[in-house]
């Protein structure tokens, strides 16, 4: 009984994974097309729709502001949510998980009721279409994913050594430089990259805080695939999704991506 339903388990994970798989199978292939049109599988092999991404000044330009954005988001929910992080897991402060709570929220609310909530909040603040709103809007929803991983870095943390520097009279500054910071340096690099990585992907909330005037690569491929599907959509597609693996693999052999998503134990100094 016990092997049938392990069969199954297995049967449901290869089933699962396929599934998630489907879009890269497609897309990908159909980038390299040499015909004018999407097809899978692909007609012939051809390089031309990677080259047309360069005479495209929408896609270059909205490649640019999607880097600069996920850059800016990614330095700035590395700044508050690591301090975050340190003050939850090293401070008995009143209320900790209620606040854990509040501040990891954006993990588990739907990021379209995110969106809509954010268009309504800003709009009378003026915010709404500007580049400080859409930076704001990013690092709400990438702080989140810095506070979880520098959590499971501090999870395992010896407080000992900072009690230790302490009374030798060590400046606090100098302790955090000197120690902390560098015994939790791979779960921050870490979250950085993934805020990176969810700025720079990020569509739904993004759509309700761009202008005209200001556009990010994902946006960009979302309103080209309105008007017509080409292969270059599926070209620039296969560019977003290389650079997403690359940086999954580079968190992963850093801390584990799973430790986004799963619990820590929070350990107090």
């Not at 009378?124 to 709400?140: C, D, K, V």
């Not at 017509?228 to 693996?245: G, R």
Request: glycine share 8%; with cysteine.
């Amino acid at each position: 009984m016990m092997n049938a339903l392990g069969k199954l388990r297995v049967t449901l994970a290869v089933i699962g994974i396929i599934y998630i798989l489907i879009p890269l199978i497609v897309v990908i292939p159909a980038s390299f097309t040499s015909a004018n049109f999407p097809s899978f599988p692909a007609e012939g092999f051809s390089l031309q729709w990677y080259t047309k991404i360069l005479e495209r000044p929408e896609f270059m330009d909205a490649f640019f502001n999607s880097v600069q954005f996920a850059f800016l988001a990614a330095f700035f929910s590395v700044l508050f949510g690591t301090l975050g992080a340190i003050g939850i897991a090293k401070y008995e402060i009143p209320g900790k998980a209620y606040i854990t709570s509040i501040l990891t929220a954006p993990l588990s609310v739907p990021q379209l009721v995110l969106g809509i909530a954010l268009l309504v909040y800003f709009t009378p603040l003026l915010l709404s279409g500007t580049s400080t709103g859409f930076l704001i809007a990013h690092i709400i929803i990438c702080i989140p994913y810095v506070i979880r991983l520098v959590l499971t870095g501090l999870s395992g943390f010896d407080y000992n050594l900072e009690r230790a520097a302490a009374i030798l009279g060590v400046n606090p500054l100098v302790v955090f430089w000197r120690i902390t910071l560098p015994l939790i340096r791979p779960a921050i690099i870490s979250g950085g990259l993934f805020a990176f990585l969810t700025s720079f992907d990020n569509v739904t909330v993004s759509l309700f805080m761009i202008s005209p005037e200001m556009r990010t690569l994902p946006i960009e491929i979302f309103s080209t695939m309105q008007d017509a599907y080409n292969p270059i959509v599926a070209s620039v597609s296969t560019v977003v999704i290389f650079i997403s693996v690359i940086l999954i693999i580079i968190i992963e052999k850093l801390q584990g991506v799973g430790n986004v998503f799963g619990g820590s134990n929070h350990t107090s100094g």
